[in-house]
Structure formats: C-alpha cells, structure tokens
C-alpha cells in the first residue's frame, strides 16, 4: 500500500479531540502536516526538526470552529504554503485547492477531494491509501450540519460519491474523535456509520441531521475569525 519511504504520524491535541497528521518521503524528507492546531505548535515543530523533515504544505481539511490553526505559526518557521480548499474563499491562503488537485512532497502525491457539506470548503485529503476527511466523515459520525454553510443534503451527496466510493480497504483518517478511536476504513464506515451506513437514503440522513440538538462549539468566536486568517488573527 505504501510506498518504503512513506513515513506517517498521527498527533493528538486534547482540548478539542483533534487529530493532527504528519506525512513525509523520509529519502527527500519533503513533508505535509495536515490540521495542525496552535496550542500543539511546539510539539509539531519539534518532530519536523527531529526529523530534519522539509515541510512544503500545510494542507486544512476547513475552517475550523473549535480550535485556532498553527498553519500560520508553521509557515513563518518552515516557509511552507498554506492549503484550503477553493471553496473556503480564505484570502490568507497560499494555495487554494480545487477537487481532484493533487500536490507532490518527494515520491508521493496526495490528492485533494472536494467533500462540502460540513462547511463549502470542506476537502478531504487521499494519499497511498489513506484518506484524511476532516469533519465531513467522522468514524460512525460525521460533521454538524447546523451552522457556517452546513448542509446535510451536500454532506451525505459528498460522502457517498467522494469518499464511499474509495476502495472499501482505504484507511479512514478523520480530523476528530472523542471516543479515543483513532482510525476506520470506507468498507466500515458503508456498513456501520450510525448517520449514513447500511443503505441509508439522503433523506434518513437528513431527518437525523435536523434532529440532533448540539451545543456551539466552544470556541466558535473566536476560532473562526482567527482561522480565516491562518490562525494569526
């Protein structure tokens, strides 16, 4: 599945259950972070100098509304390009990404897919057998659909003709999980997803979307704003 130089590190941040994932050619040591968060900043930036990693992008799966993103920290140490989906619209940006785009670090390519729903920009993220799907596709949930462009009509049309239809061996990856699971496969999350497994229509889905009664983010106020502007608001 993976290249022998494919090297891959999944980091956690407590506060708010956010996955953090480090990708690299250890030949050319070319390497892409993926949702990094500010308070974990210094541990990140360790294990790139630890290992002697050439960072070349920063790639966000969305603005994030409950954690302020290190993508900016990160660019003004490494000078690495920050990437979002086109939809985002984020002026801060250095490379806005458009569906099937793919981007390069040493032998390995990793693919943009555009996967709204959640918000307009959410894109999640293919690379040797992996997908990293941010909010849009949670293991046995997905994203909220009630605020910052959500739509569950959009959601269930981009996982299901995005994502579900990856080989069902593919590694799920997701930007969050608060019940201390760390990964799934497409095959998995077909079957059993609790919102969108098992041969659920679009409209199952969206009865359960406008069902679910969820508090606002915490951090929401002040996490948006800032993440509109590489978290260096």
């Keep these: 599945m993976s290249g022998s130089n494919f090297q891959f590190f999944q980091l956690f941040e407590h506060e708010s259950s956010t996955y953090t994932y480090l990708l690299m050619d250890s030949e050319s040591k070319e390497a892409i972070i993926i949702d990094p968060v500010s308070e974990t900043f210094e541990r990140d930036f360790r294990l790139i100098e630890e ?13 994030h509304a409950d954690h302020v993103t290190g993508a900016g920290k990160l660019r003004e140490k490494t000078s690495c390009k920050v990437c979002v989906g086109s939809g985002a619209k984020i002026s801060c940006a250095d490379i806005l990404l458009d569906d099937s785009q793919e981007l390069s ?4 390519k990793i693919k943009a897919l555009s996967t709204p729903g959640h918000t307009d920009g959410c894109t999640s993220y293919y690379c040797e057998g992996r997908v990293f799907t941010g909010d849009a ?6 994203g909220r659909t009630d605020f910052q462009q959500g739509s569950s009509a959009r959601l269930y049309d981009s996982i299901h003709q995005k ?3 990856l080989p069902e061996e593919t590694i799920v990856y997701p930007a969050h999980d608060y019940k201390g699971v760390t990964s799934s496969s497409i095959g ?6 609790l919102r969108l497994g098992g041969g659920k229509t679009k409209e199952d889905f969206v009865k359960i979307m406008s069902e679910l009664k969820l508090s606002p983010p915490k951090k929401i106020e002040i996490a948006v704003p800032a993440n509109l502007l590489c978290g260096q608001g």
């Design 163 to 165: 994502l579900f239809s």
């Design 188 to 193: 998995l999350e077909k079957k059993f997803n």
């Design 51 to 63: 290992l002697g990693a050439k960072l070349k992008y920063v790639l966000e799966t969305h603005v």
């Design 137 to 142: 596709l949670l293991i046995r949930a997905c």
């Design 105 to 108: 670090f040493g032998s390995f």
